[in-house]
């Protein structure tokens, strides 16, 4: 038990790494990006940010959640024709639907968006995103399925690298602004294509199997809703407050999510570690099955700690990385971090039904239903009370997308969570949370000394309260 927790523990962080250097480069580049962007600019790079990953979702139309699912279904030649119809099919449709997007785009765009045109921004949101759909989203799955997380983090170091370099000499050289950080996206994705067709190309069989892309379909398909209420959930707030508040206030709304957003990072790395012990999971075995969710139960208290760590620390993190126009952003963290919480409380339950049963309805219907609700709250609250809202709407959705998913999974297939053990860490951090950030702060330095105490404030309340069984207080021994 103890060396598969281990091995959790290191193919977490290796995924963590990949992630992190890819879906969290703005959050990584912020000190630069806040001392050489004004707020206002900030905000139109978050706007079209928002608007490459929603175009990403949907060029994709759903089948990236094939890729995983099939590479344990499927062998030998089969899976190698299985990859090789779905990688043409990545480049042929998605790109004739962006070339026909051109012809109206500017239109299109410019009504929508009230503050931030179409030409430059918008058409380099969209080109960075159908890159990204058409050479890297194949390697990176075919990677995450096969548990190769060196792999995966390679591919990610390298597209961090370029991009960082490319983004340093495009904003702070060339003063390009936020063109210039968009413009370094695009060259990035296109240099890790180059690379990623390397990677992929013994792993395919080029035909174009229309019986197999009809079963990854049929699969895929209720994950498209899936995808696109994810994208509501994690970016319309950006949309709806580019139309009811300055641009000034969606950049710094948006440095508060990034920081917050880095719990999704790390739920998302512990989530690609279980996710090859979910494909091959035999629910006949109820001793596998029992591991398995003691796992879960050393998942959650990681990303628990995590959260804490965020959460009472942003004022710090935030006061050091950015200029005092961002500072104000450091209401939005712990509402943020809250919610992604509930986002990693889900993931287990999602990889319940999605790669255990096959159920991707269910899913759908739950994400929809989340992502409305966060609509309309945003719709409603917003207006009144502006950026402070989208992030605690942001919770909210999370926590009914949370307990929803884990009501369906527990319908069609109930596994043995520990419950009790559960409770006491999400009970202990609740409490650490408001002791931490009710501490009396005299100094930056007395601050951080104070809410690290309160860390470990957590873990007497772990052991207060019995959550380490026999074999756990043997091994810290």
């Not at 390397?198 to 229309?210: A, E, K, P, T, Y």
């Amino acid at each position: 038990m103890l060396s598969e927790l281990k091995g959790i523990f290191v193919r977490s962080g290796l995924y963590a790494a990949g992630d992190i250097l890819t879906k969290g480069l703005g959050l990584l580049l912020l000190p630069l990006y806040t001392a050489y962007l004004m707020p206002a600019d900030y905000g139109i790079l978050a706007v079209a940010n928002v608007v490459s990953a929603v175009a990403g979702i949907v060029l994709t139309l759903g089948l990236s959640g094939s890729a995983l699912k099939f590479y344990y279904e499927l062998k030998g030649d089969e899976r190698k024709c299985f990859y090789g119809s779905l990688w043409l099919f990545l480049i042929l449709v998605p790109g004739v639907i962006l070339i026909l997007i051109e012809f109206s785009a500017n239109s299109l765009f410019n009504a929508f968006f009230t503050k931030v045109p179409y030409s430059p921004y918008m058409r380099l949101a969209l080109w960075t995103a159908y890159f990204t759909v058409a050479f890297t989203i194949l390697p990176k799955e075919l990677f995450r399925a096969a548990g190769r997380a060196i792999g995966f983090t390679m591919l990610n170091v390298g597209q961090f690298t370029l991009a960082s370099g490319l983004t340093i000499w495009l904003v702070v050289g060339l003063r390009q602004g936020a063109a210039g950080a968009l413009w370094a996206s695009l060259i990035s994705v296109v240099g890790i294509g180059i690379v990623s067709t390397i990677l992929l190309w013994n792993s395919v069989h080029f035909n174009f199997d229309l019986r197999l892309l009809k079963r990854a379909f049929l699969y895929s398909f209720p994950l498209l809703p899936h995808f696109l209420s994810h994208w509501v959930l994690s970016g319309s707030d950006r949309v709806i407050l580019e139309r009811y508040v300055p641009l000034s206030d969606v950049g710094v709304y948006t440095v508060g999510y990034q920081i917050g957003s880095a719990m999704m990072l790390f739920a998302i790395a512990g989530n690609n570690s279980l996710i090859p012990l979910f494909g091959a999971l035999n629910v006949s075995n109820y001793r596998d099955v029992e591991k398995l969710m003691q796992i879960v139960t050393y998942y959650i208290l990681g990303l628990t700690i995590i959260a804490l760590g965020l959460s009472l620390f942003s004022g710090e993190i935030i006061y050091t990385l950015t200029p005092t126009d961002y500072h104000h952003a450091v209401v939005v963290v712990p509402w943020v971090v809250l919610g992604y919480l509930f986002m990693a409380l889900y993931f287990p339950a999602v990889d319940v039904l999605t790669l255990v049963v096959g159920d991707t309805r269910r899913v759908a219907i739950c994400t929809v239903g989340a992502a409305l609700v966060n609509v309309g709250l945003n719709l409603w609250l917003i207006p009144k009370y502006g950026a402070i809202a989208a992030a605690v709407t942001t919770a909210i959705a999370y926590m009914l997308l949370g307990t929803g998913i884990f009501a369906f999974a527990h319908k069609v297939l109930p596994v043995p969570y520990e419950y009790k053990r559960i409770g006491i860490i999400l009970g202990g951090g609740f409490v650490t949370f408001l002791v931490g950030s009710n501490l009396p702060s005299v100094s930056f330095v007395s601050s951080i000394l104070l809410k690290a105490l309160s860390i470990v404030l957590f873990i007497a309340l772990l052991w207060r309260n019995r959550f380490f069984n026999q074999q756990e207080l043997r091994a810290l021994k």
